[in-house]
């Protein structure tokens, strides 16, 4: 191609035509107006790459920065090879290394940080300071989505049952429960008809029972355990930390893997359906659990045989997203109910009362 | 990096800059041929190890990788025998990126709040929410796209002059907020008028070294054909926006002029309909391909207990399924449709552009000095984290 020497002195968009002159230190560049010295160990390519000719070569000196010198013939470009020992040093001519390493440790450590704290640290900060009032219409909508999920999934629209009879006696089951507890939460229990054995908290006081856990539960003791769990998710505020953990999460994947704004809330129900929480956290509920079976004198035992029987179910059906999935190690819960047993009971529900719970759905 | 301290070349030449002798004067349009001759095995292999490095550092690598591929596209497009220099870091992008994560990081957390406190509202109020939040997201999306294009061309060269940017950030995000709304508002017709308003806006405020670009066109030449191929959209499934983005193209380079050159660029509806059904075609194929490779690797190993009926089979097979899709959305929109992109899309365009882009008249190429102007010290963050285009304009 082009075997002449040429300069662009970065200050005038005209190409020169000069000399080179190596001389002990660097190079000397000299043409019409031209008479620049430029040290061997500031000399860099300014090709892409190295076999692609002409050459182009820069220099670091801030003076000379925005020049540039192409050279077409093999005799200079060998010269200025052997000459310049640092021809590709990238990261030397960036002359910030430190800088570099510096902002590289702050924004992975800050990155860390920030992933770590919307895990662990911001719902627990978060969930406390949203007003009651939020957090029940933001319930109602999770409520809204998890019908709509199994909806979906079950390609059919998944009614609440709300049979005259049943609706009554878990009013009076859910009264024994809130009674023994002070909480700025009211609690209002949905029934879902979806066939599975399962339970959940969501924000505000929602909790969902879905249909077949009322029809494969035995007693009436067994249905207020499980909800007595749940109510102890709610008044420790885990469902409305689980919401907050999930939105930010969503955020910081958004922003981190580019794109913003897709729609975060529609990864909270899912997340409250298929998401575990930590196993302190079961066992504050459980403790609390206890506590208001006790108080409203019913037995701990439907409690715990309850988690007996899930515990043996283990791993036969319904895994993905059964009861016991998300509720690890049950026999360790079942003993700690049993445990609890008091001997001043009375059963949570009457047997027509329990009937018509049973058959709520209809 | 070649970045002043302070932004500043302290050799810059002042307005009076002695006379200096002509050792090369005024070049003329046929001198000033322009060529691009980027390889596709090289662009190929660069492609694919940037995405898999992309892939495995959960997409970090992607701000070198960027860096490498302008630099090389830019290295490969010469004017005059003179290539391009992109001389852009990965550095740069990076500490944009953390800078545009600083501003985001409240900015999602206000979001987070209003869907938080509207969830469950009225519709009306979700509405308005929602609106508010559209409207800001253009917003950003404005403010981001002129300052990407600002250090994209800070960061390019030609002949050891730089390009560069004037106006502002905020100034460009309003107009291009104002203008859609009037566009949403005259259902599509007024389009041109905003179009033409914004590339204006940013031709001259184009800059190569102390001269800058000048655009006189207007939106009435374009109003009856836009409205035309608008009309004719249901009966051509959409072929008339190309012809219409075809005769776009030539009008607004034929009114744009840098000091005494003007520009001619001979697209034509034929040139852009191949290059986007070629890469509809392959990207379809690809998508359709993988992810049938993909299932079908992936079936056998699913399917396991053939004895349970389909819905409970999905439901506890849900999570697994669920991970087969996320992957093969991995495979598929991280590593094959960068790669696609950028062989049938970038490097086909800038091919067809260097090809028809013609010189009209001359410039004395003494008459312009490097500007001594600040130049931004990040990269395109906040275009980065917000996802706009591919971001590989080069040069003019």
């Known amino acids: 191609m082009n075997q002449r020497t040429e300069y662009f002195d970065g200050q005038t968009a005209a190409r020169y035509s000069v000399g080179l002159r190596f001389d002990a230190v660097g190079i000397q560049i000299s043409g019409d107006t031209i008479d620049q010295f430029w040290p061997y160990a500031d000399v860099r390519y300014a090709s892409e790459d190295p076999d692609d000719l002409p050459l182009i070569f820069r220099c670091l000196?801030?003076?000379t920065n925005a020049a540039r010198l192409i050279v077409g013939d093999q005799a200079t470009m060998d010269t200025i090879r052997i000459r310049c020992a640092d021809l590709e040093d990238r990261v030397r001519c960036d002359l910030q290394r430190r800088r570099y390493t510096?902002?590289?440790?702050?924004?992975?450590?800050?990155?860390?940080?920030?992933?770590?704290?919307?895990?662990?640290?911001?719902?627990?900060?978060?969930?406390p300071l949203i007003p009651i009032a939020w957090e029940e219409e933001l319930g109602d909508g999770v409520v809204d989505?998890?019908?709509?999920?199994?909806?979906?999934?079950?390609?059919?629209?998944?009614?609440?049952?709300?049979?005259?009879?049943?609706?009554?006696?878990?009013?009076?089951?859910?009264?024994?429960?809130?009674?023994?507890?002070?909480?700025?939460?009211?609690?209002?229990?949905?029934?879902?008809?979806?066939?599975?054995?399962?339970?959940?908290?969501?924000?505000?006081?929602?909790?969902?029972?879905?249909?077949?856990?009322?029809?494969?539960?035995?007693?009436?003791?067994?249905?207020?355990?499980?909800?007595?769990?749940?109510?102890?998710?709610?008044?420790?505020?885990?469902?409305?930390?689980a919401v907050a953990r999930s939105l930010g999460i969503s955020l910081v994947f958004n922003i981190l893997l580019g794109g913003l704004?897709?729609?975060?809330?529609?990864?909270?129900?899912?997340?409250?359906?298929?998401?575990?929480?930590?196993r302190d956290a079961?066992?504050?509920?459980?403790?609390?659990?206890?506590?208001?079976?006790?108080?409203?004198?019913?037995?701990?035992?439907?409690?715990?045989?309850?988690?007996?029987?899930?515990?043996?179910?283990?791993?036969?059906?319904?895994?993905?997203?059964?009861?016991?999935?998300?509720?690890?190690?049950?026999?360790?819960?079942?003993?700690?109910?049993?445990?609890?047993?008091?001997?001043n009971v009375h059963p949570a529900l009457s047997k027509a009362a329990w009937k018509a719970l049973k058959a709520i759905c209809g | 990096m070649t970045g002043y301290k302070n932004g500043v070349n302290p050799?810059?030449?002042?307005?009076t800059g002695r006379p200096r002798p002509m050792p090369h004067t005024p070049i003329s349009a046929h001198e000033a041929a322009i060529t691009y001759d980027a390889k596709v095995r090289r662009l190929f292999g660069m492609g694919l190890t940037i995405a898999f490095l992309s892939l495995i550092t959960l997409g970090f690598y992607r701000f070198w990788g960027k860096t490498q591929i302008r630099r090389y596209l830019a290295s490969r497009i010469s004017i005059m025998g003179d290539r391009f220099e992109y001389t852009g870091t990965g550095r740069e992008l990076f500490l944009g990126f953390l800078i545009a994560l600083a501003v985001l990081i409240p900015l999602g957390a206000a979001s987070y709040g209003i869907e938080l406190i509207t969830a469950g509202k009225s519709a009306v109020t979700q509405f308005m929410a929602m609106g508010f939040q559209y409207a800001f997201i253009l917003f950003l999306i404005g403010y981001a796209t002129f300052r990407a294009r600002r250090y994209r061309l800070s960061r390019t060269a030609l002949r050891s002059i730089r390009f560069w940017q004037t106006g502002s950030n905020v100034g460009y995000a309003l107009r291009m907020v104002g203008y859609l709304a009037l566009t949403t508002a005259t259902l599509g017709i007024a389009r041109p008028v905003g179009d033409i308003a914004l590339y204006r806006y940013q031709m001259q405020h184009t800059w190569f070294g102390n001269q800058k670009f000048e655009f006189d066109?207007?939106?009435?030449?374009?109003?009856?054909?836009?409205?035309?191929?608008?009309?004719?959209?249901?009966?051509?499934?959409?072929?008339?926006?190309?012809?219409?983005?075809?005769?776009?193209?030539?009008?607004?380079q034929s009114r744009t002029r840098y000091q005494g050159i003007g520009f001619s660029l001979a697209v034509t509806f034929g040139n852009l309909v191949r290059i986007y059904s070629i890469y509809a075609l392959v990207m379809t194929v690809l998508f359709c391909f993988f992810y049938g490779a993909i299932f079908a690797v992936a079936m056998p190993t699913i399917v396991q207990d053939q004895a349970v009926d389909a819905q409970s089979w999905i439901q506890a097979n849900a999570m697994v399924l669920y991970g087969v899709g996320i992957g093969a959305a991995f495979v598929v929109f991280g590593l094959i449709a960068p790669i696609v992109q950028l062989l049938m899309l970038t490097h086909r365009f800038i091919r067809l552009v260097t090809n028809r882009l013609e010189f009209i008249g001359d410039v004395d190429l003494l008459t312009i000095i490097q500007s001594a102007a600040e130049r931004p010290q990040s990269g395109e963050g906040l275009a980065d984290a917000l996802d706009i285009g591919g971001g590989l304009e080069v040069g003019i």
């Open chain 2, 11 to 15: 050799l810059a030449p002042k307005a």
């Open chain 1, 261 to 278: 704004g897709s729609g975060a809330t529609g990864a909270a129900g899912e997340a409250l359906v298929s998401s575990a929480y930590s």
């Open chain 1, 61 to 63: 000196a801030s003076e």
């Open chain 1, 282 to 343: 079961e066992r504050d509920s459980d403790l609390i659990a206890l506590d208001i079976l006790s108080g409203a004198q019913i037995s701990p035992k439907g409690f715990a045989e309850f988690f007996d029987r899930t515990a043996k179910e283990e791993g036969s059906t319904l895994r993905a997203m059964s009861f016991i999935s998300s509720h690890p190690p049950s026999a360790e819960r079942a003993s700690a109910a049993r445990d609890a047993s008091a001997a």
């Open chain 1, 102 to 127: 510096v902002w590289g440790t702050v924004g992975i450590v800050s990155l860390g940080l920030i992933v770590w704290s919307s895990i662990h640290f911001l719902p627990r900060i978060v969930a």
């Open chain 2, 217 to 252: 066109g207007r939106a009435g030449p374009m109003m009856g054909k836009w409205i035309l191929s608008l009309a004719l959209v249901p009966f051509t499934l959409g072929l008339s926006l190309i012809w219409y983005a075809a005769f776009r193209i030539r009008y607004l």
């Open chain 1, 145 to 241: 989505d998890i019908a709509g999920i199994f909806g979906a999934i079950m390609k059919d629209e998944v009614k609440r049952c709300e049979a005259a009879d049943g609706r009554l006696a878990l009013d009076i089951l859910v009264g024994q429960l809130v009674n023994q507890v002070k909480t700025p939460y009211r609690f209002e229990v949905t029934v879902l008809n979806v066939d599975m054995v399962n339970a959940l908290a969501a924000p505000g006081g929602r909790i969902v029972i879905f249909k077949k856990l009322l029809t494969e539960a035995k007693s009436a003791d067994e249905v207020a355990g499980v909800l007595a769990h749940e109510m102890g998710h709610v008044i420790s505020r885990h469902p409305t930390e």
